[in-house]
Every structure is written in structure tokens, then in C-alpha cells.
């Protein structure tokens, strides 16, 4: 357990790695991993967004020129609200024996029947991913990240991660309150089957007005492609005025003229709130003019 999700990400991958060693990453990957390469001593380079080609390609170059390499992807992106083909970067690293990291910050208490992530919704063994990331502010409402592995694994990163041995502990109070959240999520798995349905409710709602979601299709993340990014902040607050908090995600979370409209859907939101939301953001775009990539879907 760290004090943050972003800090687990910079000092686990800023310090496992040496400079006999390569790390291969998603082109989407969140600040914080590009943060913790520039930190590392080894060799980086970046795959195209969920291209396992473009990554066994990679791997075919360069796996033999490194001690050690390790792919880093996320569960589900947090920007445009895809999931990764883990089961085929699990294929590849075991080919080419490789460690595989996977950041759960937005798929851990989402993805599966009963919110267990990337194990869950795709039927993985325990140990296919060598290291899990996640955070404890996003399924469980709390503070703080988390490692997860083999007991050899998390016995070595227990003294030998910067961020975990000269930093503080996790809260009493934090952890007390991640453990109950995790308490109820096991108690109550219609939450879970709740979000899914809201998720399924969004998605249709603002395909129904030809909004551009993106990569989104089965996570809590569902953006709208709004564009520039001046309009994605006026929307954003003109729909703050209206009862619908939303925020902008702009440049440099996301490339220039792809600003959207971040939402987060919820297992207590209802579908009429749903409806009210989109509707509320199809009325200003039609009240002030803006011109909002729209697209069919079938």
C-alpha cells in the first residue's frame, strides 16, 4: 500500500528497471508511467494505443538486447474509456518472457460480473499479470495505491521502492474505510451490476444523439468528444449551472483538438439522471452554437 495512485506508478517503474533494461508501454498510458520512465535508468519506448502487433514487433527487436523488460498497460483507459487486450499481452510476455504490469486504477471494482477486474472479465489465471497497480481512489472512494503480485515480488518492492520505504504509511483512516468499501462491494453485488447498467444506459442515451464516445464500451469512463478546448470548459461549466457536474479533459491529457467532456458513471445514478445529463449538453451545444463531432451508430 502507497499514500497515492500517481506515486505507486512513478516509483515502480522510476526504480525496477536498471539501465540493462527496457520498458515498453501504451501510447495512452497515464502521466504518471511517463513520469516514472523519465525517472528510470532504462531504455523506453511506447507501442500504439492497444496494437499487441505493434508491441510483438517491439519485442521481436529488442528482447533479446535487455536483461529484463516490462510492458505496462492499464485495465481500462482512463481517457477514452476502452479496455486493453490483456489476454493477448499475457501471450506475448510468456513468449518472450517478459514482466507485465496492468493498472486496475479504472477497471479494478468495474470490470467482471462482480467488479474484479481484468482477472474477472477475462477468466485469467493468477499469475499471467506479474505486477497489478491500482488505486483506492476511484471503485472504493478513498486515498492511496496499491501493489499487488507474487509474495517473492512484494517482499523485494517492500524494500526496495523509494516510495514505500522513505514515505509515510496509508491512514488508519483510510484503510479502515477501503476496507469497508471492499466489504460491501462483496456484500452488495447489485452495486456492480448496477454500474454495468448505467454504463450500457449511457452509452445508448448519448448514441441516441449522435455524441462521439470515443473508445468507450464497458467502462465507468465515458468521454464526449467535444473538440477545442475552450469549448469543452464553457460546456463544462454552463452545465455546472445546470445541475450536471462534468469535467473537461484537455491538453495534455489528451491530444490538441480532442478535447471531451469526461463523465463518470456510477452505480447510484439513475437512468432518468442519465437522460437529463445528455440532454442538458445536446441543449447548450444547440443554445450557443457549438459544433460537436457527431457520428451514427448502429
Do not use: W
Not at 479496455?83 to 510476455?93: D, Q
Not at 452488495?188 to 442515451?205: K, M, Q, S, Y
Amino acid at each position: 500500500m502507497l499514500v497515492g495512485g500517481h506515486s505507486t506508478n512513478v516509483t515502480f517503474i522510476g526504480n525496477f528497471c536498471n539501465r540493462n533494461d527496457l520498458i515498453i508501454y501504451d501510447a495512452l498510458s497515464h502521466n504518471s508511467v511517463i513520469q516514472g520512465v523519465q525517472l528510470s535508468k532504462s531504455d523506453a519506448k511506447p507501442f500504439p494505443h492497444n496494437d499487441t502487433a505493434a508491441l510483438e514487433r517491439l519485442l521481436k527487436m529488442y528482447r533479446s538486447k535487455y536483461e529484463k523488460v516490462l510492458i505496462f498497460i492499464e485495465g481500462a483507459y482512463s481517457m477514452d474509456g476502452d479496455i486493453a487486450p490483456v489476454p493477448e499481452v499475457v501471450r506475448l510476455k510468456k513468449e518472450y518472457g517478459c514482466f507485465l504490469m496492468v493498472d486496475e486504477a479504472h477497471s479494478a471494482c468495474m470490470l467482471g460480473e462482480h467488479g474484479g477486474g481484468v482477472d474477472e472479465y477475462f477468466n485469467l489465471e493468477p499469475t499471467d499479470i506479474d505486477i497489478k497497480m491500482g488505486t483506492l481512489s476511484k471503485g472504493l472512494g478513498t486515498c492511496g495505491g496499491y501493489l499487488a503480485g507474487s509474495k517473492a515480488l512484494i517482499s523485494y518492492l517492500k524494500y526496495s521502492v523509494p516510495g514505500f520505504v522513505f514515505s509515510v504509511g496509508l491512514s488508519p483512516v483510510l484503510t479502515a474505510a477501503t476496507l469497508e468499501a471492499i466489504k460491501v462491494i462483496k456484500r452488495e453485488p447489485e452495486r456492480v451490476e448496477a454500474l454495468h447498467r448505467n454504463i450500457h444506459d449511457f452509452l445508448e442515451i448519448a448514441h441516441s444523439y449522435g455524441f462521439d464516445t470515443c473508445l468507450a464500451k464497458e467502462t465507468a469512463v465515458v468521454p464526449i468528444l467535444i473538440g477545442g478546448d475552450s469549448e469543452a470548459f464553457n460546456l463544462s461549466i454552463q452545465l455546472l449551472e445546470r445541475g450536471v457536474f462534468v469535467p473537461p479533459a484537455v491538453f495534455p491529457a489528451v491530444a490538441r483538438n480532442q478535447a471531451r467532456l469526461r463523465f463518470c458513471v456510477t452505480s447510484n445514478h439513475t437512468r432518468e439522471e442519465i437522460q437529463t445529463a445528455i440532454k442538458t449538453l445536446d441543449d447548450l451545444c444547440k443554445e450557443h452554437g457549438y459544433v460537436v463531432p457527431r457520428r451514427e451508430y448502429n
